[in-house]
């Protein structure tokens, strides 16, 4: 006979996007667990997602309701979600009220729940809205008892129990019930400044060992979705280091790059509005393409049929690329997208295609999705540390606030500490014309020149170096001051 004492517990996964991830694993079989958090913060759907998500593995569930919902409404609600499947619903989803039960006295609903769900060959049993059932039951000791009771009448049967609870996690003292239960994810809402945050935690998990911190979450039609807080998520593998460059295929830039990015390092360019920063990333990017080597390109502000048109204009081909599947185009809403959802469509993209070159525009479009300021240096860190391990070479584009003028201000942020390389774009003005700039200010592991260059923008080349920037001083400023020659002043000059 096997030797079965190391073998790992067996677990009931919950269909919730990320939320095995979250818990350590999915639910322990056998176990009591609940989802508590205020109304509206997604409990009833994340419960339903799991039962028709049993459903679809041949599992039975057992949906017992309370006050919250009367079940036409709670299917009524339901058919407008993606993975409601009415067919299931009185064989292996089936719904009944608790209500009736629990009027009939605790240790009879217990023995009926018991009963049904042996009957029904149930591998999970859901209580939804166990806060309002609590009225039916004499004091908090008898709350307590009934779940405890149940819970291990249940796990002798191998099912999992769940229960909702309407209530504030932060105040788990006037919940008795949780003293009991096995597994705790609380559900909260937080603003800041007008923009209303979904977040999860698990508060405990016996027998796990989930992920901490708060985890952004979205209700959408497809139900609930858990973005894993994302330096949760990263190990401290030292990366290796790969030789070799990334090229832009621009060859004064190049040049001045000592022959193209280092490999696996993070790049910034960083430059007012309208000096090129998008399409040198689309250069980077079919530059990367050209060479054999799948690319991301994401994006916030420009939709990608602007990104294909824009390219289009400057000889640059992204249709094709994309058509070869080496290139992929993703855009992402900048006003109201968590980072941690940022972070996991990007890294589901490099796991799954083998990403070697990403180009992020704007940074500054990340850096407003993180929010909490004092998370950012962190955030920031394990994403780039993810990308180097994954020999991903990366370039951010990185806007400075003013577009001609002496002030030179990059954003304060940390990705301008941590990324190796510094690439400077900016129009300057001299002798009343705009000419476009650009100066290597940084690479951490290359040699590169030190000198300023002019360059354009047509629509046959893209862009390109013309030569040395226009005499003058100040040209990183914006403004531009004409050289003195000062050998030919007389000496009282």
């Given at each position: 006979?096997?030797?079965?004492?190391?073998?790992?517990?067996?677990?009931?996964?919950?269909?919730?996007?990320?939320?095995?991830?979250?818990?350590?694993?999915?639910?322990?079989?056998?176990?009591?667990?609940?989802?508590?958090?205020?109304?509206?913060?997604?409990?009833?759907?994340?419960?339903?997602?799991?039962?028709?998500?049993?459903?679809?593995?041949?599992?039975?569930?057992?949906?017992?309701?309370?006050?919250?919902?009367?079940?036409?409404?709670?299917?009524?609600?339901?058919?407008?979600?993606?993975?409601?499947?009415?067919?299931?619903?009185?064989?292996?989803v089936q719904f009944v009220s608790v209500l009736d039960m629990l009027r009939e006295g605790a240790?009879?609903?217990?023995?009926?729940?018991?009963?049904?769900?042996?009957?029904?060959?149930?591998?999970?049993?859901?209580?939804?809205?166990?806060?309002?059932?609590r009225r039916l039951l004499p004091d908090g000791q008898a709350v307590a008892q009934f779940l405890?009771?149940?819970?291990?009448?249940?796990?002798?049967?191998?099912?999992?129990?769940?229960?909702?609870?309407?209530?504030?996690?932060?105040?788990?003292?006037?919940?008795?019930?949780?003293?009991?239960?096995?597994?705790?994810?609380?559900?909260?809402?937080?603003?800041?400044?007008?923009?209303?945050?979904?977040?999860?935690?698990?508060?405990?998990?016996?027998?796990?060992?989930?992920?901490?911190?708060?985890?952004?979450?979205?209700?959408?039609?497809?139900?609930?979705?858990?973005?894993?807080?994302?330096?949760?998520?990263?190990?401290?593998?030292?990366?290796?280091?790969?030789?070799?460059?990334?090229?832009?295929?621009?060859?004064?830039?190049?040049?001045?790059?000592?022959?193209?990015?280092?490999?696996?390092?993070?790049?910034?360019?960083?430059?007012?509005?309208?000096?090129?920063?998008?399409?040198?990333?689309?250069?980077?990017?079919?530059?990367?393409?050209?060479?054999?080597?799948?690319?991301?390109?994401?994006?916030?502000?420009?939709?990608?049929?602007?990104?294909?048109?824009?390219?289009?204009?400057?000889?640059?081909?992204?249709?094709?690329?994309?058509?070869?599947?080496?290139?992929?185009?993703?855009?992402?809403?900048?006003?109201?997208?968590?980072?941690?959802?940022?972070?996991?469509?990007?890294?589901?993209?490099?796991?799954?295609?083998?990403?070697?070159?990403?180009?992020?525009?704007?940074?500054?479009?990340?850096?407003?999705?993180?929010?909490?300021?004092?998370?950012?240096?962190?955030?920031?860190?394990?994403?780039?540390?993810?990308?180097?391990?994954?020999?991903?070479?990366?370039?951010?584009?990185?806007?400075?606030?003013?577009?001609?003028?002496?002030?030179?201000?990059?954003?304060?942020?940390?990705?301008?500490?941590?990324?190796?390389?510094?690439?400077?774009m900016r129009k300057v003005e001299y002798r009343s014309t705009l000419h476009r700039v650009l100066?290597?200010?940084?690479?951490?592991?290359?040699?590169?020149?030190?000198?300023?260059?002019?360059?354009?923008?047509?629509?046959?080349?893209?862009?390109?170096?013309?030569?040395?920037?226009?005499?003058?001083?100040?040209?990183?400023?914006?403004?531009?001051?004409?050289?003195?020659?000062?050998?030919?002043?007389?000496?009282?000059?």
């Amino acid at each position: 006979m096997a030797d079965t004492t190391d073998a790992a517990p067996e677990r009931l996964e919950t269909g919730v996007a990320q939320l095995d991830r979250v818990l350590g694993g999915g639910l322990l079989r056998g176990s009591l667990a609940m989802v508590i958090g205020a109304p509206g913060s997604g409990k009833t759907v994340m419960a339903q997602q799991m039962a028709f998500h049993c459903a679809g593995q041949g599992k039975a569930t057992l949906f017992l309701t309370g006050y919250s919902e009367s079940h036409e409404k709670l299917l009524s609600h339901g058919r407008g979600l993606s993975f409601f499947e009415p067919d299931v619903i009185g064989g292996k989803v089936q719904f009944v009220s608790v209500l009736d039960m629990l009027r009939e006295g605790a240790d009879e609903t217990e023995d009926a729940i018991v009963a049904t769900a042996r009957s029904q060959e149930a591998a999970l049993v859901i209580i939804d809205g166990f806060a309002g059932m609590r009225r039916l039951l004499p004091d908090g000791q008898a709350v307590a008892q009934f779940l405890y009771s149940l819970g291990a009448k249940l796990s002798l049967l191998g099912l999992t129990i769940l229960i909702t609870v309407e209530g504030d996690p932060a105040e788990s003292a006037r919940y008795p019930e949780i003293t009991v239960c096995d597994t705790i994810v609380a559900l909260r809402r937080e603003l800041i400044d007008s923009r209303e945050r979904q977040l999860l935690q698990v508060m405990k998990a016996r027998g796990s060992s989930p992920l901490r911190g708060l985890h952004p979450y979205t209700i959408t039609r497809d139900g609930v979705s858990v973005f894993p807080r994302y330096e949760s998520t990263v190990g401290t593998t030292e990366p290796i280091w790969t030789s070799g460059r990334a090229a832009f295929a621009i060859e004064g830039i190049d040049a001045l790059l000592g022959g193209g990015l280092n490999n696996a390092t993070v790049t910034l360019a960083v430059g007012s509005p309208g000096v090129g920063k998008t399409l040198l990333g689309l250069h980077f990017a079919l530059e990367g393409v050209r060479v054999g080597e799948p690319v991301l390109f994401c994006g916030f502000m420009e939709s990608a049929a602007q990104l294909r048109e824009q390219a289009r204009a400057f000889g640059l081909d992204v249709e094709a690329a994309e058509a070869a599947g080496q290139l992929r185009l993703l855009v992402l809403p900048g006003y109201d997208t968590e980072a941690d959802e940022i972070a996991g469509f990007i890294v589901e993209d490099v796991e799954r295609r083998g990403v070697r070159r990403l180009v992020i525009d704007s940074a500054a479009e990340l850096d407003r999705a993180i929010g909490d300021v004092s998370r950012k240096a962190g955030f920031l860190s394990a994403f780039v540390s993810y990308l180097r391990e994954r020999h991903v070479t990366t370039y951010f584009t990185l806007d400075i606030p003013t577009i001609v003028g002496p002030a030179l201000e990059l954003l304060d942020t940390p990705l301008s500490i941590i990324g190796e390389n510094l690439i400077l774009m900016r129009k300057v003005e001299y002798r009343s014309t705009l000419h476009r700039v650009l100066s290597v200010l940084k690479m951490r592991f290359s040699d590169h020149d030190q000198a300023i260059y002019e360059y354009g923008i047509t629509a046959d080349e893209g862009i390109h170096v013309m030569g040395s920037a226009p005499l003058g001083e100040g040209l990183l400023t914006g403004i531009v001051r004409p050289l003195v020659d000062i050998s030919h002043q007389s000496p009282s000059a």
